[in-house]
């Protein structure tokens, strides 16, 4: 079965880059609808969208598949209503702006098709990494740190940073949740988290009323500890994700496209490039959902299960910023 038929859920930056992928993948009729009547002409003129008055509307028109990307506190009420009806549903991080209603979400729906947009799953920095923390004789997976920090102005520069959805709590916004990338990339690479200690607060002057900056600590359920950074006040963008086993070590760097690994057996240094492409990980990721949708398997995409998971990471660090205490992942 082909996928002919699309219905995109917010016309936001990341809503635009789909449809863009959707038309790359061969999807030819693609419905858009968002409140904002500019970003709503926006996908009308310049991305040559069919215009959806409403969710129900742009639902009506039986697409095959819905992509919710939409401000995180609007995502569950938009992909309910999208899986409902038997749609195939691409959810964009995070899953929604709290456990309750994820929960219900996936109790709801468990089984469906419904993925979660953490696309770092699919960048080869990050497979790469995964294959060296299963290589033959490295043993164990000991510590893991990751790292993500931007400066909010220059996340989305043709919008008023203030406007953003990140910037407002009632939105589902702080870097906790619009950073939730690592969260995921953490257990993804070294499994279940059972607890954190978190530092989070408002470091900056940005004009926003959520955390800019956050500091975890994480056990995971293996054994393993691991430190996750995440701000919006960096000047000078980075990412980057270092796995420590046994036996080896291996550093992902994303700004400098750079894997670098120790073998500590051989002691010796080899060195991995990848692409600067930075669309490619969306593109094969979106590639992965449509094939979901068209009753193949969803390996190497983010379930509703997993979207859930790094939502009860992100809530216990909260309680853990509040309480100063370390926090059991429940």
């Known amino acids: 079965m082909k996928i002919e038929r699309a219905l995109v859920v917010g016309c936001g930056s990341i809503g635009r880059r789909h449809i863009a992928n959707l038309r790359r993948l061969g999807v030819r009729d693609i419905l858009a609808h968002d409140p904002d009547p500019d970003r709503a002409a926006f996908a009308r003129s310049e991305l040559r969208c069919r215009a959806a008055r409403s969710l129900a509307d742009g639902l009506d028109a039986a697409p095959q598949v819905a992509l919710v990307c939409t401000p995180p506190a609007a995502h569950a009420d938009a992909a309910a209503a999208a899986l409902s009806r038997g749609i195939a549903c691409f959810i964009e991080k995070p899953v929604s702006h709290d456990v309750a209603s994820a929960s219900a979400l996936a109790r709801r729906f468990h089984g469906r098709p419904a993925v979660v947009g953490y696309q770092l799953r699919r960048h080869p920095g990050v497979l790469w990494l995964k294959s060296q923390v299963s290589r033959k004789g490295w043993g164990r997976l000991l510590h893991l740190r990751a790292q993500v920090g931007q400066y909010l102005p220059d996340w989305r520069p043709w919008q008023d940073y203030r406007k953003s959805y990140t910037a407002r709590r009632a939105l589902g916004g702080g870097i906790l949740l ?153």
């Open 178 to 330: 619009d950073a939730s990338h690592e969260i995921d990339l953490a257990m993804f690479l070294a499994g279940p988290i059972r607890s954190v200690y978190c530092a989070a607060k408002r470091l900056s002057r940005l004009d926003i009323d959520v955390e800019d900056t956050a500091e975890l600590v994480v056990e995971f359920a293996s054994g393993a500890m691991g430190s996750v950074h995440l701000d919006m006040i960096r000047r000078a963008a980075d990412r980057s994700c270092e796995v420590s086993c046994e036996n080896g070590t291996a550093r992902w760097s994303y700004p400098d496209a750079l894997g670098r690994a120790y073998d500590a057996r051989s002691k010796a240094w080899t060195v991995k490039r990848f692409s600067r492409d930075a669309n490619a990980m969306y593109l094969d990721e979106l590639r992965l959902f449509l094939a979901a949708a068209r009753g193949e398997d969803r390996d190497g995409l983010a379930t509703l299960g997993d979207g859930l998971a790094a939502l009860k990471v992100i809530e216990a660090a909260k309680r853990s910023a509040k309480s100063g205490k370390r926090e059991a992942v429940r």
